[in-house]
């Protein structure tokens, strides 16, 4: 049925005064009516994607011609789970999504939920690095899109900058005052593993990763908050429930912006840094718009654009993006702490109800 | 609540005459067909789920697997290990629905009785506003409680402002409330506690619990009570010789009720429960909406949840007519 629709509308487009009405429209960015091309395109809910609506798409639009729609995703997992339902059901809600990195290695597994792009068709991907561009059997299933920090945060009216993740475990000083992710995959195991153990090496037993989860066993005195939404961490900071943590990079500069008691920090030991891939939906007819959309994703100045605009990392090199060393900074940092993804699929269940257990004591 | 079965559906008297019988009997079916699809398919599909086996780093797929169940009662790692984790949040579902409905079925019964004592007018007027008070969602209770327990716009800034924390601090019972996990160094804190999560949630069914009891209270004579009065019972005699005996039954259907509703509680738990004691309803979600994709062992969580239901209904049934007409 959408097919039949863009090509009446392309016929008619053809035939009138529709270029005008495009080139007039395109400019606007958003309404469908009158668009030859369009594409839908899912992102993380919030400022995230009010930010991506307001200064990346438009300026795609633009560019190209293709008429952006957004929709909203609570999150990547959570969104794996509408789209399989969706593609089950034979109508998935948007062609372009937005996943972590082991999402898009699940979806891949599961197979049939994400269909391969052209990757000649992207010819900015020669900025990247090949690791960015995820491959499986069928093809590239993902290009990398931007990169985001879990970051070590605190209060700075309250507490005294640490220099090191291993002060965060000192009772005496945050007794009650920290506010953690409560989900097993959030990599704060990875900070543990990268401050306190071998990093990435230590997750490759379960003993490794029963001593890693032994050792967040022993921060809980100091957590008041174990949080699950974005929301809950934000109010606790803002209402002085907490004083420090662990959260994202771009929310906290951007809450630290805002003139909230935040400031995000590089301990010695790093932050975890992760990223986000396009990935196209399988029953997507809209391969070559969402090419097209990713190669201008892969330009170096539109990774610039969204650093500045989103707060996310670029995936391109400082230089390549022409970000300033302060605009840098605000949005990456080293060391990086690089999330060992394999144990998180290969032992989910085992990771997943270990951390359980520490969490509720059991 | 009704906790006896309803009596077989009412069959109108012409139900064997003329030409009325069959789109009767069509009605009857196009209803069971839509009753059967719409409540028993999805609860079949559940328990189908449940049996599916799960694919590390992947998704599920159907299959007759009872590894879900075991799981609930023994872990994930059994024989390697033992876990009680999901019985421990099978047990805090039922503390909190417990807890919660009982306060707020003991809170609700004064204050329904002497609303029924009120003149006509003043008892709609607060049953309007009570049933209107329904209209607000759990998510906009929790909100509203969330800031009025916060610690710099809610009941710790008060404590805080009007120097009971330094009062409390210089009694030396500050102490006490750190142990109890009800303050950080700097001041009292009610989030994350049981005392929240239970005291939302009785919040929550609060007026569920005046407009189940109210009908109860209503028809109750007055008469009676004027005679154990006449009788020389003081009020605190009749209340409790009188007035609760003949309501028993209505009280113990409303805490059965609350039960059951507060079983699958999940926004008052998620924002107000430290993860140790967060329940069934949470796990069952992040099992199938969660990163781990686990919709075979959310489901069978969700079953276990709703035997467990069944089992306790069916036992307060019990106890409720085994104490005999009071």
Same mark, same amino acid.
């Given at each position: 049925?959408?097919?039949?629709?863009?090509?009446?509308?392309?016929?008619?487009?053809?035939?009138?005064?529709?270029?005008?009405?495009?080139?007039?429209?395109?400019?606007?960015?958003?309404?469908?009516?009158?668009?030859?091309?369009?594409?839908?395109?899912?992102?993380?809910?919030?400022?995230?994607?009010?930010?991506?609506?307001?200064?990346?798409?438009?300026?795609?639009?633009?560019?190209?011609?293709?008429?952006?729609?957004?929709?909203?995703?609570?999150?990547?997992?959570?969104?794996?789970?509408? +789209?399989?339902?969706?593609?089950?059901?034979?109508?998935?809600?948007?062609?372009?999504?937005?996943?972590?990195?082991?999402?898009?290695?699940?979806?891949?597994?599961?197979?049939?939920?994400?269909?391969?792009?052209?990757?000649?068709?992207?010819?900015?991907?020669?900025? #990247?690095?090949?690791?960015?561009?995820?491959?499986?059997?069928?093809?590239?299933?993902?290009?990398?899109? +931007?990169?985001?920090?879990?970051?070590?945060?605190?209060?700075?009216?309250?507490?005294?900058?640490?220099?090191?993740?291993?002060? #965060?475990?000192?009772?005496?000083?945050?007794?009650?005052?920290?506010?953690?992710?409560?989900?097993?995959?959030?990599?704060?195991?990875?900070?543990?593993?990268?401050?306190?153990?071998?990093?990435?090496?230590?997750?490759?037993?379960?003993?490794?990763?029963?001593?890693?989860?032994?050792?967040?066993?022993?921060?809980?005195?100091?957590?008041?908050?174990?949080?699950?939404?974005?929301?809950?961490?934000?109010?606790?900071?803002?209402?002085?429930?907490?004083?420090?943590?662990?959260?994202?990079?771009?929310?906290?500069?951007?809450?630290?912006?805002?003139?909230?008691?935040?400031?995000?920090?590089?301990?010695?030991?790093?932050?975890?840094?992760?990223?986000?891939?396009?990935?196209?939906?399988?029953?997507?007819?809209?391969?070559?718009?969402?090419?097209?959309?990713?190669?201008?994703?892969?330009?170096?100045?539109?990774?610039?654009? +969204?650093?500045?605009?989103?707060?996310?990392?670029?995936?391109?090199?400082?230089?390549?993006?022409?970000?300033?060393?302060?605009?840098?900074?605000?949005?990456?940092?080293?060391?990086?702490?690089?999330?060992?993804?394999?144990?998180?699929?290969?032992?989910?269940?085992?990771?997943?109800?270990?951390?359980?257990?520490?969490?509720?004591?059991? | 609540?009704?906790?006896?079965?309803?009596?077989?559906?009412?069959?109108?008297?012409?139900?064997?005459?003329?030409?009325?019988?069959?789109?009767?009997?069509?009605?009857?079916?196009?209803?069971?067909?839509?009753?059967?699809?719409?409540?028993?398919?999805?609860?079949?599909?559940?328990?189908?789920?449940?049996?599916?086996?799960?694919?590390?780093?992947?998704?599920?797929?159907?299959?007759?697997?009872?590894?879900?169940?075991?799981?609930?009662?023994?872990?994930?790692?059994?024989?390697?290990?033992?876990?009680?984790?999901?019985?421990?949040?099978?047990?805090?579902?039922?503390?909190?629905?417990?807890?919660?409905?009982?306060?707020?079925?003991?809170?609700?019964?004064?204050?329904?009785?002497?609303?029924?004592?009120?003149?006509?007018?003043?008892?709609?007027?607060?049953?309007?506003?009570?049933?209107?008070?329904?209209?607000?969602?759990?998510?906009?209770?929790?909100?509203?409680?969330?800031?009025?327990?916060?610690?710099?716009?809610?009941?710790?800034?008060?404590?805080?402002?009007?120097?009971?924390?330094?009062?409390?601090?210089?009694?030396?019972?500050?102490?006490?409330?750190?142990?109890?996990?009800?303050?950080?160094?700097?001041?009292?804190?009610?989030?994350?506690?049981?005392?929240?999560?239970?005291?939302?949630?009785?919040?929550?069914?609060?007026?569920?619990?005046?407009?189940?009891?109210?009908?109860?209270?209503?028809?109750?004579?007055?008469?009676?009570?004027?005679?154990?009065?006449?009788?020389?019972?003081?009020?605190?005699?009749?209340?409790?010789?009188?007035?609760?005996?003949?309501?028993?039954?209505?009280?113990?259907?409303?805490?059965?009720?609350?039960?059951?509703?507060?079983?699958?509680?999940?926004?008052?738990?998620?924002?107000?429960?430290?993860?140790?004691?967060?329940?069934?309803?949470?796990?069952?979600?992040?099992?199938?909406?969660?990163?781990?994709?686990?919709?075979?062992?959310?489901?069978?969580?969700?079953?276990?949840?709703?035997?467990?239901?069944?089992?306790?209904?069916?036992?307060?049934?019990?106890?409720?007519?085994?104490?005999?007409?009071?």
């Amino acid at each position: 049925m959408a097919m039949k629709s863009t090509l009446s509308r392309r016929t008619l487009l053809k035939s009138g005064a529709g270029a005008a009405t495009l080139a007039a429209a395109g400019s606007l960015g958003a309404p469908l009516i009158a668009q030859e091309r369009s594409l839908k395109i899912g992102s993380y809910g919030g400022y995230f994607e009010n930010s991506l609506k307001e200064h990346v798409y438009p300026k795609f639009t633009e560019a190209t011609g293709i008429a952006v729609e957004s929709v909203t995703q609570p999150n990547s997992s959570d969104w794996l789970v509408t +789209m399989q339902q969706a593609a089950n059901a034979g109508n998935v809600p948007a062609d372009l999504s937005l996943y972590s990195r082991d999402t898009m290695i699940k979806a891949s597994r599961i197979g049939d939920i994400l269909k391969p792009m052209d990757a000649a068709a992207i010819p900015n991907l020669k900025y #990247f690095d090949d690791y960015y561009a995820f491959e499986d059997k069928a093809g590239t299933i993902g290009v990398g899109a +931007m990169a985001w920090f879990s970051a070590m945060v605190i209060n700075p009216d309250e507490v005294k900058t640490p220099e090191s993740w291993a002060e #965060f475990w000192d009772t005496s000083r945050f007794e009650a005052s920290l506010g953690i992710s409560k989900l097993f995959n959030s990599h704060f195991l990875d900070v543990i593993a990268a401050t306190f153990f071998e990093g990435q090496e230590t997750f490759k037993t379960k003993d490794g990763i029963m001593a890693l989860i032994e050792k967040a066993a022993e921060i809980k005195p100091n957590v008041a908050l174990w949080w699950s939404a974005e929301s809950q961490m934000e109010q606790g900071m803002k209402n002085l429930d907490i004083v420090g943590g662990m959260y994202y990079l771009d929310v906290a500069g951007l809450m630290a912006a805002d003139g909230f008691p935040i400031k995000p920090l590089f301990p010695k030991e790093g932050n975890p840094g992760d990223y986000g891939s396009w990935c196209l939906a399988g029953l997507s007819t809209k391969g070559g718009e969402a090419a097209e959309f990713v190669n201008f994703s892969c330009d170096p100045t539109t990774q610039k654009l +969204m650093s500045l605009m989103i707060g996310t990392a670029p995936l391109v090199s400082q230089e390549a993006a022409g970000l300033t060393d302060a605009e840098f900074a605000a949005v990456s940092g080293t060391p990086v702490i690089h999330p060992a993804y394999e144990a998180y699929l290969d032992m989910e269940t085992f990771i997943q109800e270990s951390w359980d257990k520490m969490l509720a004591g059991a | 609540m009704s906790v006896e079965t309803a009596d077989p559906p009412m069959a109108p008297p012409d139900v064997d005459r003329g030409p009325g019988l069959s789109g009767y009997f069509m009605v009857r079916i196009a209803f069971c067909v839509a009753v059967a699809a719409l409540c028993l398919l999805p609860f079949l599909m559940v328990i189908a789920i449940s049996f599916g086996e799960k694919v590390e780093g992947a998704g599920w797929h159907f299959a007759f697997d009872l590894t879900n169940y075991r799981r609930f009662f023994v872990g994930a790692d059994w024989p390697n290990s033992t876990s009680t984790l999901y019985l421990q949040k099978l047990g805090w579902s039922i503390y909190y629905a417990v807890i919660a409905s009982v306060i707020a079925v003991v809170s609700a019964f004064p204050f329904t009785y002497f609303l029924t004592r009120l003149t006509r007018k003043a008892q709609t007027l607060w049953l309007v506003f009570l049933l209107s008070s329904l209209s607000l969602s759990e998510v906009f209770i929790v909100m509203g409680w969330d800031i009025l327990l916060s610690a710099r716009s809610g009941l710790p800034m008060v404590f805080q402002e009007t120097g009971l924390t330094q009062w409390l601090k210089d009694m030396g019972w500050f102490d006490t409330l750190r142990d109890w996990g009800l303050a950080s160094p700097r001041n009292v804190k009610f989030k994350t506690s049981v005392f929240a999560t239970v005291l939302t949630m009785s919040y929550l069914v609060w007026p569920y619990a005046v407009i189940l009891l109210y009908p109860a209270l209503s028809r109750l004579d007055p008469s009676l009570i004027e005679a154990a009065r006449t009788m020389g019972a003081r009020p605190w005699t009749v209340i409790r010789t009188v007035v609760i005996p003949s309501v028993k039954l209505a009280l113990i259907g409303t805490v059965l009720l609350l039960f059951v509703f507060l079983l699958g509680t999940y926004v008052a738990v998620t924002v107000f429960a430290a993860p140790a004691q967060q329940t069934l309803a949470v796990s069952i979600y992040e099992a199938v909406r969660g990163a781990t994709l686990n919709a075979p062992f959310g489901s069978a969580q969700a079953v276990v949840l709703l035997v467990t239901a069944v089992i306790l209904l069916v036992i307060g049934q019990k106890l409720s007519t085994a104490g005999g007409k009071g």
